[in-house]
């Protein structure tokens, strides 16, 4: 399957539904407390936002128990009280780091604690190769499939695990080879990122467009206009989009952009939970753009 470049498309939706991907100050790379993001949500005219502050499981990674369950729902739903009758809905959400030596750690803490939406990503986790100072040499000397493995087979895990209802950043790896390997390479290998699409397809997950990315040295949205394609081409109907903020300008950072992606790419409506069933919101084309 070739890899097609799409532009995105000019004709978004009017105003942006949501963004799905917002760290706080609950977060340990995050300052940003909540009222901030509810405050600048209101005033660019997002209807609704879904909190989703980091939890790991890996007790040497930063986010392991770092603010307790209760701490974060409290906070989120009393926003959610507070800004309601600005016409603001805030979704209590959770960005999960996956890995399948503790999905049973994640499967176990789901089960005792309720999200509006979750994300399932993947991140370098401790020993993986990605965080190996030498990564540079083993990139050179690896051909491209094996580099990509480690990162698309956790992936395929967190997918198939069934615990998500959204895959996030699902080329991210692309940031941990950066400048070793270049976007046009992985461009040209788009049977590379055959089987992580295909595996969120047959979950059921949505594929979350992230549009971090473009704030980020790589210059393009997790994943890239080109792999949405092939989402779409494989079967997927379901998407998210965030901007995955850390930090009060990154707000809704070119959100606008990810959502063109998901329309130039045929993918008519986000897929999105808000406690209980998923939902579906609608994306208009002919509009002016956000």
């Not at 974060?72 to 399948?100: I, M, S």
């Not at 176990?108 to 401790?126: A, C, K, M, N």
């Not at 950066?178 to 976007?183: C, I, R």
Request: with cysteine; glycine share 8%.
């Amino acid at each position: 399957m070739s890899a097609a470049t799409a532009e995105p498309s000019t004709l978004l939706p009017s105003p942006l539904p949501v963004d799905s991907h917002l760290h706080t100050d609950l977060s340990p790379d995050s300052d940003v407390p909540i009222d901030v993001y509810c405050a600048l949500a209101v005033e660019r005219g997002i209807p609704e936002i879904a909190i989703t502050d980091q939890v790991d499981f890996d007790p040497r990674d930063p986010a392991y128990d770092y603010v307790d369950f209760a701490t974060r729902e409290r906070t989120v739903r009393e926003a959610a009280e507070r800004w309601a009758p600005h016409g603001l809905a805030v979704r209590f959400g959770a960005e999960l780091t996956y890995n399948r030596r503790w999905e049973a750690d994640v499967r176990d803490h789901l089960r005792t604690h309720r999200y509006d939406y979750t994300i399932g990503s993947v991140h370098d986790w401790p020993e993986s190769p990605y965080r190996n100072p030498d990564r540079g040499r083993w990139i050179a000397e690896t051909p491209l499939d094996e580099v990509l493995a480690p990162y698309f087979d956790e992936v395929v895990g967190a997918a198939r695990s069934g615990l998500f209802d959204t895959i996030g950043h699902v080329d991210v790896v692309k940031r941990y080879l950066h400048p070793h390997v270049a976007a046009t390479a992985l461009a040209g290998a788009p049977e590379l990122f055959e089987a992580a699409l295909r595996s969120v397809v047959e979950s059921g997950a949505a594929l979350e467009i992230n549009t971090s990315g473009l704030r980020q040295d790589v210059g393009e949205t997790y994943p890239a206009a080109w792999v949405v394609g092939i989402y779409r081409e494989l079967g997927g109907r379901r998407v998210t989009v965030g901007s995955d903020a850390h930090r009060r300008k990154q707000f809704a950072f070119r959100l606008g952009e990810g959502y063109a992606i998901a329309v130039q790419a045929r993918l008519d409506e986000v897929s999105f939970r808000r406690g209980g069933g998923r939902v579906t919101i609608p994306l208009g084309r002919a509009v002016a753009a956000g």
